[in-house]
């Protein structure tokens, strides 16, 4: 008879517990999905693809002088120098050739570029 008891009150606390972990490892799939990782491979190549134009912008920043307008217009010929990584970026991340993604990548591409130029002038940067 204890046996019978025991074993209800086992069942009773494992089964809760079984049921979430199961539920739990049918929606982490889904977790993946909506962040963008459906397909591990894609997303290693656009992580390989942000970083081949971080380094490019790294690479063609110089400091320059001349204030303001010195950082501007030389951001301005580093992301252009820059132009073939970032599109290459802009193809596998939008496929469908959304317009303002297209326009949100080349503007994030021209911030990194001014903040790749400042940090070659020695500015601190946030």
């Known amino acids: 008879m204890k046996f019978r008891e025991q074993s209800k ?4 606390v494992l089964a ?3 049921l979430a972990l199961f539920l739990g490892a049918c929606n982490s799939v889904s977790v993946f999905k909506g962040a963008g990782y459906s397909d591990p491979r894609l997303a290693g190549r656009i992580d390989r693809a942000y970083e081949a134009r971080d380094a490019c912008l ?3 920043a110089v400091p320059s002088g001349g204030g303001e307008a010195g950082v501007a217009s ?3 010929a580093v992301s252009l120098a820059c132009l073939p990584e970032t599109n290459k970026l802009i193809a596998l991340t939008n496929p469908y ?7 949100q990548i080349m503007k994030d591409s021209d911030a990194k570029a ?3 130029v400042l940090l070659a002038r020695g500015e601190a940067v946030n």
């Open 9 to 12: 009150i086992t069942l009773t």
């Open 16 to 18: 809760p517990s079984l």
């Open 58 to 60: 790294a690479k063609n």
């Open 74 to 76: 030389v951001a301005g």
């Open 97 to 103: 050739q959304d317009p303002r993604v297209t326009q």
């Open 114 to 116: 001014v903040r790749y």
